[in-house]
Structures are given as C-alpha cells and as structure tokens.
C-alpha cells in the first residue's frame, strides 16, 4: 500500500474511489461487452502517470482506492498497466492490455487460481514451491535494499521470502515495497509473500528484538503468555502485531510454535506455550484468530504453526537440526495423540493457513501410538516428518482434517532429511511433494523440482496441487490487488500508545513469584526509604555493561529507589539472572552455571547470605537452580519480560498472579528420570521431579504465589 499519497493513510474511514482520470472500458476474455476500436481503453500505465506525491518508500505506484459502493478494492501498480472496465479498476498483470480471468477481483478466488495456474511455466512453478532467506542490502546509498537481478525473485522465480533482519518497521516497509516491485515486473506479475519469525519478543535464537523506537512493540515470551494464562491478551497481542506486520509488508508468520515442552533438556522450550497441551491450544487458537482473523483476508498475517506432529518428545533434548537428534521418541503409549496433536488440531480448528513439519522421524523404538500401522512390523516410516506420506497425507490431512498447505523446516528436504540420506536430491524433493509438502524450506533450487517432473518421479498434477494451496492464500492476502505499504505509516502503527500500554501490562501478568520469605516483598513506599539497594547482572556484560544498564532501566523508572553499588552498604540485594543455551550448540543443558553463561555463581551465593536477596531468573528454559534457589529470599520468575515490569512487581505496584509454565525440576538426576514425552504433571512421569523450596513448596507446573493471598488462583 506504499501510495505516493501523503494525505491518504491506510485506514478503511479514508478510502474513497478515484474517479474522472480513468476511462471506459476494454476488451476482455469474460463476456464483459467490447468498446468501440476509437474509445480511451482506459489503460493507465504506472511508469508515465504517477499519483501526485511521494511516499518515502522508494517506490512509486498508481493508486486507486478502495470504494465499498461498487465493491473496487485498493488497488496500486508500480510496473503494470491499469485497466478500466465499467467504471472499474484491475491490474494488468501481465501486461496484455486485456483482463484476464485471474486478474479479475470479482471473481472467485478459486477460479482466478485455476487461471493462473494454467498460464505458468514449470519453471514459474517450481520457484513458487521454494523459500529461503532473503537478506536486503545493508543501508545502500541509493536507497535500493533489493537488487535488479535480485537471484531469487528474478534468477529463480522465487515468490516466498524469509526475513530474518531487525531494521526499523520504515525500513522493513521499503524493502517489502522493493520486492514486491520485482513481483510486479514478472511476467505473470505475481507477487511476494515475505515471511518473518516472530518479531515481538526476545529470543535466543532467531529474531530478536527490544523495546525501541521504531521496532514492534515489545511482548513477554510465548511462555510469558502462557504464565499469565490470559488467552484475551493473547488474542489482543496477536490482533496488534498483526497490524504491524500488515503495515511492514510482512505477511506471514514462521509460527507460532505448538510444540508440548515435554523434555526439559530441549532449547527450543523458550518459543512454547509450556507443557499443557490445553493450555498451548488456547493460545494457540487466540494467536492464529489475531493474526488471520476469522478467515484470511487483506488485513491478516498468515499463520505457519510448527512444528507437526509435535516437537517437544525429543531424546536428552537433542535436536534435530543435528544427526544425534533425528528421531522422535515416544516411550509413552498414546502420548503423542494425547499430549502433542490437540495444539494442532486447535490450529486446524482456528483454520491457520499452513503447517510446518519437524525435521525428525518417529522412531518404530516408541510405544503404541494408535495410528494405523506403516506396515506389518512397522508402526512409522522411519523417514522425517516433511516427508513423510503417513504422517502428512495419513494423520495431517486425513485424520485431522488440515485443508491448508504444509511448509517444510529450512534444510528439512536438503541435508536434513533423516531417514532419506540415501536419495538423491531430486528423489528427496518427489518424495517429499507426494508425501504432502507444498513448499520446501531452505532451497533455492528449483531445478530439482523441474528435474523430478521430467524423470518422472512428480508428476506436474502434483505440483499444481500444491502451488494452488499457495496462490490462494496471496489471492486472499490482497496481494495481487495491493502488496503496497507506506514507510510511515508502518511507524505510526508501532508508535501506538494504547499498544505498549497493553504489552507493559502481558509483561506485568506474565511473571510468577515463587519465593517470598518472611513476606519480603513488596517494597513499598512506606518502608523504601530504609532501603539501600544492591543490584547486578548475570551475566554482567563486559566491564559490567549489563549491570550498568539494568541500573540505569531501575533508576530512570523508579527514581525513588536508593542503589548503591557497594554490598557492605546494601539492606537488599535485587540480582537478575539469565542462563542461556543455544539451539545452535547442540549441546542441551540447563543447570545454572558457566555452561548457560553464568560464570559467577559463587558471587550470586555470596550476595544472598550477605544481605536478604530478589533473585529474578529469566526461564527461557525450566533451569535446575538448586544452587542458586537455596538461598535466595525471593525468586521471581521471568519469560522474556521488561525490566521496568520486574520493578513494578517488586514494588507492589502489581499484584504478580503467574504461574510456571512448566515444573522446575529438582536436580539433574530427576531431569535424567524423567520420561521424555509427557508433562511433568502426567500420571506416567516421575513424581519427585519438581523442585521442593525449604518452605516446602513444590516448584509444579502451575505454581505461582501473590502477595495477598498466598498461591496464586488458578484462572
């Protein structure tokens, strides 16, 4: 929608019809009546006859707007014609100067699918059937964050993108613009759906971000989400990002994750909803309802719910983005369709527009799982998930009744396809496409896919199943109409205050008091000014950056608090401590200590016997703390949350009503017994795996206190 419009924002009050600078109509292939051989056609072309203005986005369009009496959606062309027909505007895609049926708004969206799919090359679609990342020129001098030839868009036919850089939303606007641009210039003209992970959260390991000018607005965790336990604040969260994304130009989402964190040891636990799978469905339906709205329109962001059929069973917490964590156990009978399918039957049920499949096989090493057998002696293919006809074609669509198109994981038809390493690269994309993936993640090589046709491995049927899975969701995206943004406007919508004041107040619910000795906390007024506190970080940054900083957050939004960095003149001590693993590393653990990034432990147990101790701890996985938890005299929880949040509860400006997410286990040896594929509160798991406090509170799922009536209610 990057109008050259100042004076026309994006908003449904102002969008009126242009009229009087487009003619009559032109000849078309639907029966629409012919026009005289001597009249205007109507046709206007973008690259000689611009609106009036410049929008800042570096690309300049023809515009018309919206009109709800004749039904005329915003249109706008950057590189293609646009005609007129009974006093109505279409883009002239491909640049024939007639209408063609896809074309043609008013007609069905099916209709216009079918259309197009029979006017593109093999070679079209198989670059539509690719994703992979996209990465713009770092602040170019000339304003062009995309090339010319760009190889993926141009080289490859390439129509869906990730995006993995944090730039300001002006800038994101402007890169989306520029390859929607490309799109344009096609030969069909069709355009691009640009893919993002979440971006309104920390994260470990992919798109993370802070509270800042400019940015998304700043949310807890998905896990912060599910401690709150507040599904209306999820679906406000989603509605609100959903309005940046839109208002960015980026239109699909890698997520939500659905995943049960039933394996403790697995560092993805951070992007979960937890270990209730009824919980992770709620959300999970909130988030995809916020985003898509009750069905897929132009307003709405896509939805790639991951990771099917269920991440979380994992073996040690071995990944398998690596060799050593290839295969899904499940050593419960039934836990898979009990505990790991209802978040992704939330999500069919929600109507979220794609799934993504893990990397893993199902290892035939598991109990019964109450699926149709692969064959005799066989429970599963041992094969991975993306391809996988069984347990796509068979559990996916069969069984759970998913209607949308399936995303493969990056990597996950490539070098990561277990149980397929024998097959060449063109068997793997066959088997993969025949299995029920619609998209492959991770290549841009659509000559596998060409070449799989030609020997006929995939038939061409096949893959015009699933690219009309995909054009239909940019069909109902809008994006063949408008796939335009406005550079500012994408700022003013992050820049609302009523947004941030709904985060701050996630970020406040999502936090859960464990500890509280001797009712330590709050803080209040009337007993703060006795305080003189001591605070610091861990890890603290370098030259204690991170310690400085968290001071300076305290001070600036508490200025009634006396710090002082002395601890021998310190009454309390308010430490904030955050492990971290990496995905990346493959190497799971979870115990506090330089193997997470705190290299100090010795000094938070000192801090805590010195004077009475707020230890916050940001659980980006269930730590095991029993070193750091003994001694402390308050522990707070934390899922990605603001410092300033933190502070407020500490103070008694908010009530903390959280609770775990998941159980904090009691040592390692419990994390070693327990089960793997089922919540730490199932009847089959171990029943002394959470971690007991010396008041004798069991560090449970669900576990949470307040300051004025003990244990926090359950909602």
Same mark, same amino acid.
């Given at each position: 929608?990057?109008?050259?419009?100042?004076?026309?924002?994006?908003?449904?009050?102002?969008?009126?019809?242009?009229?009087?600078?487009?003619? /009559?109509?032109?000849?078309?292939?639907?029966?629409?009546?012919?026009?005289?051989?001597?009249?205007?056609?109507?046709?206007?072309?973008?690259?000689?006859?611009?609106?009036?203005?410049?929008?800042?986005?570096?690309?300049?369009?023809?515009?018309?707007?919206?009109?709800?009496?004749?039904?005329?959606?915003?249109?706008?062309?950057?590189?293609?014609?646009?005609?007129?027909?009974?006093?109505?505007?279409?883009?002239?895609?491909?640049?024939?100067?007639?209408?063609?049926?896809?074309?043609?708004?008013?007609?069905?969206?099916?209709?216009?699918?079918?259309?197009?799919?029979?006017?593109?090359?093999?070679?079209?679609?198989?670059? /539509?059937?690719? #994703?992979?990342?996209?990465?713009?020129?770092?602040?170019?001098?000339?304003?062009?964050?995309?090339?010319?030839?760009?190889?993926? #868009?141009?080289?490859?036919?390439?129509?869906?993108?990730?995006?993995?850089?944090?730039?300001?939303?002006?800038? #994101?606007?402007?890169?989306?613009?520029?390859?929607?641009?490309?799109?344009?210039?096609?030969? /069909?003209?069709?355009?691009?759906?640009?893919?993002?992970?979440?971006?309104?959260?920390?994260?470990?390991?992919?798109?993370?971000?802070?509270?800042?000018?400019?940015?998304?607005?700043?949310?807890?965790?998905?896990?912060?989400?599910?401690?709150?336990?507040?599904?209306?604040?999820?679906?406000?969260?989603?509605?609100?990002?959903?309005?940046?994304?839109?208002?960015?130009?980026?239109?699909?989402?890698?997520?939500?994750?659905?995943?049960?964190?039933?394996?403790?040891?697995?560092?993805?636990?951070?992007?979960?909803?937890?270990?209730?799978?009824?919980?992770?469905?709620?959300?999970?339906?909130?988030?995809?309802?916020?985003?898509?709205?009750?069905?897929?329109?132009?307003?709405?962001?896509? #939805?790639?719910?991951?990771?099917?059929?269920?991440?979380?069973?994992?073996?040690?917490?071995?990944?398998?983005?690596?060799?050593?964590?290839?295969?899904?156990? +499940?050593?419960?009978?039934?836990?898979?369709?009990?505990?790991?399918?209802?978040?992704?039957?939330?999500?069919?049920?929600?109507?979220?527009?794609?799934?993504?499949?893990?990397?893993? +096989?199902?290892?035939?090493?598991?109990?019964?799982?109450?699926?149709?057998? +692969?064959?005799?002696?066989?429970?599963?293919?041992?094969?991975?998930?993306?391809?996988?006809?069984?347990?796509?074609?068979?559990?996916?669509?069969?069984?759970?009744?998913?209607?949308?198109?399936?995303?493969?994981?990056?990597?996950?038809?490539?070098?990561?396809?277990?149980?397929?390493?024998?097959?060449?690269?063109?068997?793997?994309?066959?088997?993969?496409?025949?299995?029920?993936?619609?998209?492959?993640?991770?290549?841009?090589?659509?000559?596998?896919?060409?070449?799989?046709?030609?020997?006929?491995?995939?038939?061409?049927?096949?893959?015009?199943?699933?690219?009309?899975?995909?054009?239909?969701?940019?069909?109902?995206?809008?994006?063949?109409?408008?796939?335009?943004?406005?550079?500012?406007?994408?700022?003013?919508?992050?820049?609302?205050?009523?947004?941030?004041?709904?985060?701050?107040?996630?970020?406040?619910?999502?936090?859960?008091?464990?500890?509280?000795?001797?009712?330590?906390?709050?803080?209040?007024?009337?007993?703060?000014?006795?305080?003189?506190?001591?605070?610091?970080?861990?890890?603290?940054?370098?030259?204690?950056?991170?310690?400085?900083?968290?001071?300076?957050?305290?001070?600036?939004?508490?200025?009634?608090?006396?710090?002082?960095?002395?601890?021998?003149?310190?009454?309390?001590?308010?430490?904030?401590?955050?492990?971290?693993?990496?995905?990346?590393?493959?190497?799971?653990?979870?115990?506090?200590?330089?193997?997470?990034?705190?290299?100090?432990?010795?000094?938070?147990?000192?801090?805590?016997?010195?004077?009475?101790?707020?230890?916050?701890?940001?659980?980006?996985?269930?730590?095991?703390?029993?070193?750091?938890?003994?001694?402390?005299?308050?522990?707070?929880?934390?899922?990605?949350?603001?410092?300033?949040?933190?502070?407020?509860?500490?103070?008694?400006?908010?009530?903390?009503?959280?609770?775990?997410?998941?159980?904090?286990?009691?040592?390692?040896?419990?994390?070693?017994?327990?089960?793997?594929?089922?919540?730490?509160?199932?009847?089959?798991?171990?029943?002394?795996?959470?971690?007991?406090?010396?008041?004798?509170?069991? +560090?449970?799922?669900?576990?949470?206190?307040?300051?004025?009536?003990?244990?926090?209610?359950?909602?």
């Amino acid at each position: 929608m990057g109008s050259i419009f100042r004076s026309l924002k994006k908003s449904k009050k102002s969008k009126k019809a242009i009229t009087g600078v487009l003619a /009559l109509s032109l000849i078309t292939s639907i029966g629409i009546p012919q026009v005289a051989a001597n009249e205007n056609l109507g046709y206007v072309d973008p690259s000689t006859s611009k609106n009036p203005g410049q929008s800042g986005t570096n690309v300049e369009t023809y515009r018309v707007l919206a009109n709800s009496v004749n039904g005329q959606p915003e249109i706008e062309a950057a590189k293609k014609g646009v005609l007129t027909i009974e006093k109505k505007q279409f883009k002239d895609l491909n640049g024939n100067k007639k209408l063609d049926l896809y074309e043609d708004w008013r007609k069905p969206v099916h209709q216009r699918v079918a259309d197009l799919v029979s006017k593109m090359t093999l070679a079209e679609k198989a670059g /539509l059937m690719l #994703i992979n990342t996209h990465t713009p020129i770092a602040d170019p001098k000339d304003g062009k964050y995309v090339k010319s030839d760009d190889p993926l #868009i141009v080289g490859k036919n390439m129509r869906y993108v990730i995006f993995r850089q944090t730039p300001t939303v002006d800038v #994101i606007a402007k890169y989306t613009n520029q390859l929607q641009e490309l799109g344009e210039s096609s030969r /069909l003209g069709i355009p691009v759906v640009v893919t993002s992970n979440p971006r309104n959260h920390a994260s470990t390991d992919y798109t993370n971000i802070a509270a800042s000018e400019g940015q998304h607005s700043f949310w807890p965790g998905p896990l912060g989400f599910a401690a709150a336990g507040d599904t209306n604040a999820v679906n406000e969260f989603s509605e609100i990002a959903a309005k940046e994304w839109r208002a960015a130009g980026i239109r699909k989402v890698y997520g939500y994750t659905a995943d049960i964190a039933t394996d403790p040891l697995w560092a993805r636990i951070e992007d979960t909803f937890g270990e209730n799978p009824i919980v992770a469905s709620n959300m999970i339906y909130n988030v995809i309802k916020g985003f898509q709205g009750e069905k897929l329109g132009t307003e709405s962001v896509a #939805i790639t719910v991951k990771h099917f059929p269920g991440g979380g069973a994992r073996d040690n917490g071995l990944d398998p983005h690596f060799v050593e964590g290839k295969f899904n156990p +499940y050593p419960t009978e039934g836990s898979l369709l009990k505990y790991h399918i209802p978040p992704f039957a939330a999500a069919i049920k929600a109507n979220v527009s794609s799934i993504m499949p893990y990397y893993a +096989y199902p290892t035939n090493d598991s109990a019964d799982q109450g699926l149709t057998w +692969y064959s005799k002696d066989q429970q599963f293919e041992e094969v991975g998930f993306a391809l996988n006809d069984s347990i796509l074609n068979g559990l996916l669509r069969g069984k759970l009744g998913f209607k949308g198109y399936v995303n493969s994981d990056t990597g996950a038809v490539g070098e990561n396809a277990w149980g397929a390493e024998d097959l060449t690269p063109e068997q793997k994309v066959a088997k993969a496409i025949n299995a029920g993936t619609d998209i492959i993640s991770g290549s841009s090589e659509p000559q596998l896919i060409i070449d799989a046709v030609k020997k006929g491995i995939l038939s061409e049927k096949t893959v015009n199943e699933s690219i009309t899975l995909l054009l239909t969701e940019m069909m109902n995206l809008g994006l063949f109409e408008d796939p335009y943004v406005d550079a500012q406007h994408a700022l003013d919508v992050v820049a609302n205050p009523k947004a941030q004041e709904l985060a701050y107040e996630a970020h406040l619910k999502s936090l859960v008091l464990l500890r509280n000795d001797q009712n330590l906390l709050p803080l209040e007024d009337t007993t703060l000014k006795e305080v003189k506190l001591y605070v610091e970080m861990f890890p603290g940054g370098k030259d204690g950056a991170g310690t400085k900083g968290l001071i300076d957050t305290i001070k600036k939004h508490d200025p009634s608090i006396t710090i002082t960095n002395k601890l021998e003149e310190a009454t309390h001590a308010y430490i904030y401590v955050k492990p971290v693993q990496s995905n990346w590393d493959n190497n799971p653990r979870i115990t506090v200590g330089p193997e997470t990034g705190i290299t100090n432990v010795d000094r938070i147990v000192t801090i805590q016997k010195t004077v009475p101790t707020i230890t916050a701890v940001n659980m980006t996985n269930p730590w095991v703390l029993d070193e750091i938890e003994p001694n402390a005299a308050a522990l707070i929880g934390t899922f990605g949350t603001k410092a300033e949040a933190i502070m407020d509860v500490i103070r008694g400006k908010f009530n903390p009503t959280g609770k775990l997410p998941f159980a904090l286990p009691a040592s390692m040896e419990a994390v070693n017994n327990e089960v793997g594929d089922v919540p730490s509160y199932a009847p089959e798991e171990d029943a002394s795996y959470s971690y007991v406090n010396k008041s004798g509170d069991a +560090y449970k799922y669900g576990f949470g206190l307040s300051y004025n009536h003990g244990k926090a209610k359950k909602k």
